[in-house]
Structures are given as C-alpha cells and as structure tokens.
C-alpha cells in the first residue's frame, strides 16, 4: 500500500453486485485486483496520480480517445476494466474551487477506484457485508431544517441580485442509524426505474459501501467522441407534472444555462472538436419524476487523458451552477454539512469507453449510519418552500428503498 500519493493495495474479492456501468460481459464475472484511495488532505494530484494508477494496470487513460481495443475479448485473468469513484471534493481539488464543509462520511476515501480481472466464471462467494440479523433503519436525521433549507435558497438569490452568481445548487444531507447487513437495502437503491447507473461499490476493509441510483451521465467517452447529459428541471411524473415541467420558463432557463456551462467545460478541454447540442430539453422519467435532459457532445480530434476530462467536468455543473468557481464558493458558504460521496462521480473505465454517472441519487452507508443527499438548482426565480419540497420528491424513492 501506498500511503500520502494515493494508496494502492491488493484486495480480497469484491461483494457481490455489480459496480456503477459495469458492461454485461463484465457483470458477475469480475474479481477485484487491485485497489487506488486518496483522501482529501492526502498530497499530491489526485486526477495525475489516478491516472498513473490505472495506466500502470494497462487501462488507456493516456488516451481516452483510443478505439483500436473495441473488439478485445478477456481471457480469465485478464484486467477489464476498472471502477471509479471521485467525490465531490476531490472534484472541487481538480477545479482548484473552495472546499466545503467536512463530509459526513470521513471513512469513504474521496477518490477509489478498483481494477477488475476477467473470469469466465464468477469467482466471488460473498453475499453481504458478513453482518448478520434482519435489516432496521432508523429515523431520518436532516443535517438542517425545512427553514434553515429555504434560508439558504433565500441567500442564494441575494447572491444572484447581487450578480455574485447567476445559478447555484444547493444540497441537503440526512443520516439514519441501522442495524444488520446494509448491502440488499443498498441493492434496492441501485434497482431503482430509471437509474442508468444503478450499481453498489463497496470496501470490505473500509468498513463502507456506496450505491447510486443516479440516472445523469457526467462524460461518456466512446467511439471517439465525448458526451455529457445534463438533467435540470424536476416535476411529479403525472399528466399535470409534464405539462407544468414543458410550460416552466424558470425551468427552462436553469436548463439552457447548465447545457451552456456544460458546452463550455467541453470546449475548454484539450483535444476536443465543436461542440454542439444534440438535444435539448428531452424530458425522461426517473421513479415518479420527469425530469429535462439535454446530450451535449464533441468529437476528440487528438490525444485527450483522464486527468485533463476529469478537471474539465468536474464538479457537474448540473449539481454546482453558474458560472461554477463561483457558485462553489456559495455551497461552500451555505452548506453545513460536506456532500460526501454525492455530486461527484461514479462509474466504469473499460478498455474501449469511459462512462461516469453523475453521483446524485447515491447513499453510503458507513457501519453504524447510512447517508443520503438532495437539492437542485436556485435562480432567480427559484420559490424557497418549492425548492425545499423538490428536495424531498428526489430523496423519497431513495428513503423508501431502503427502508423496504
């Protein structure tokens, strides 16, 4: 193990569960070989010392754009593939933004990532956390109140009359003590409709273990181009809901702003062709939610690596705001309580594609608690009392699958 540059070592086979977008070939036929951590405060670039980590394994981060490894087949033993957490703090570390308050899960590193081997049978035998007796979550601990949520909205748009800031998200955390083996309740999280990047990651030695439900791409690298598909705009998944969604301006207006934020970090990073548009304001079904997506993409016309996407698009500008430094330096002011593993990123790193979910909809549960977050985007025009009950239409499907 490595300690202070990113910290490495062999590890025992992950639970069973398939990572965030891990590819059908991969799913219940991988074993975890090796393993990267690096927590904020640890030395060191934690984007350059990632990507050494993994281009050490023989995955191709020096060159995301690389498509000649399309049709590579794994024999058993054979590294596939990796996955990849980063965490909203080590998003805003690559930004050079402000740090925000501690996270509330400090035994979660704020980067991890676990290099895969290819087996043509599934080598791992275990089936839980190695806790026993039947599953009880307790009640829920919300990290400030309902009032103390819309005041921090109310600040928010001070701030935008003041042209500090044209948008920023504002995010809300709460924990709940449980007992037993966390790891079927964090399934159900990961199954939930619509969740494109449903899947469990998990430590042993750590003591913890992530799911996301997250339905929001952050990048997709694939056939040499980059694609990003920023959600913003929320409504009740009824009749009324789509149609009220469809006629909002303010919600349109947050939406275009994010998809210009998001063409803008595209176009800032090196190695990238025109960026356009390729939809906008799609409306999709999350749970009961509808909510508006828009695909945003560019072709990568020369060399493009991991350290250079990932400073590029992190934090999601879906889950920061407007323009981003700045609206950083806001959450960092108002929020009490840190995001944790929320709001980063999430996902898989292949041999021919990269695929990073946007870590909303995700909780960690971290031996004695579990721990969800939710929020969304302020303007101008953002209604505190709305605001703060949107909040809660996004954590409801995420409390009742885990207290299920």
């Known amino acids: 193990m490595v300690h202070g540059t990113g910290a490495v070592d062999h590890c025992s086979p992950a639970p069973s ?60 033993g054979t590294i596939c593939g990796a996955a990849l957490y980063v965490s909203a703090d080590a998003g805003c570390v690559m930004a050079g933004a402000a740090l925000g308050a501690p996270s ?11 290099v895969y081997q290819h087996f043509s049978k599934n080598p791992d035998k275990s089936v839980g956390s190695g806790r026993r007796g039947g599953w009880r979550l307790g009640e829920w601990r919300d990290s400030w109140t309902r009032s103390e949520h819309a005041d921090a909205v109310s600040r928010v748009r001070a701030a935008i009359g003041r042209g500090d800031v044209y948008q920023v998200n504002v995010v809300g955390h709460a924990s709940a ?13 990961a199954g939930l409709p619509g969740a494109r990047y ?22 997709e690298v694939r056939d040499g181009r980059v694609v990003t598909r920023p959600i913003k705009g929320t409504r009740p998944a009824t009749a009324a809901g789509l149609r009220e969604l469809l006629a909002s301006e303010k919600e349109r207006a947050e939406h275009v702003m994010i998809v210009d934020l998001e063409r803008n970090d595209l176009a800032r990073l ?6 356009v548009v390729d939809e906008l304001f799609a409306v999709r079904k999350w749970c009961d939610l509808w909510q508006a997506e828009s695909v945003v993409s560019a072709p990568l016309d020369r060399r493009v690596g991991l350290a250079d996407l990932l400073r590029a698009v992190l934090p999601g500008g879906s889950v920061t705001g407007a ?42 549960a971290d031996g004695t608690r ?3 977050w939710a929020g969304g985007g302020i303007t101008a025009d953002s209604d505190p009392v709305a605001e703060v009950d949107e909040a809660a239409a996004k954590a409801r499907p995420i409390r009742s699958a885990l207290a299920s």
């Open 370 to 372: 579990v721990h969800a």
């Open 270 to 275: 090196p190695g990238t062709g025109p960026v």
């Open 104 to 114: 509330p899960v400090p035994g979660v590193p704020d980067v991890y990532a676990v």
């Open 198 to 219: 449903g899947g469990v990651l998990a430590d042993p030695a750590g003591g913890w273990a992530l799911a996301t439900a997250s339905p929001e791409t952050l990048v």
């Open 323 to 364: 323009p981003k430094i700045a609206a950083l330096a806001q959450i960092a002011a108002l929020e009490p309580v840190g995001r944790g593993v929320s709001m980063g990123a999430v996902g898989w790193i292949g041999h021919d594609h990269l695929d990073l979910g946007l870590s909303i909809r995700t909780v960690a």
């Open 17 to 76: 569960g398939a990572p965030p977008a891990a590819p059908a070939a991969c799913q219940a036929r991988h074993h975890a070989l090796r393993v990267f951590r690096w927590h904020r405060g640890d030395p060191g670039d934690p984007a350059e010392l990632l990507s050494a980590f993994l281009a050490d394994n023989g995955l191709p981060v020096r060159n995301l754009g690389r498509t000649d490894d399309k049709n590579k087949t794994f024999g058993d």
């Open 177 to 189: 003590a449980y007992q037993g083996d966390p790891l079927p309740a964090l399934r159900r999280v």
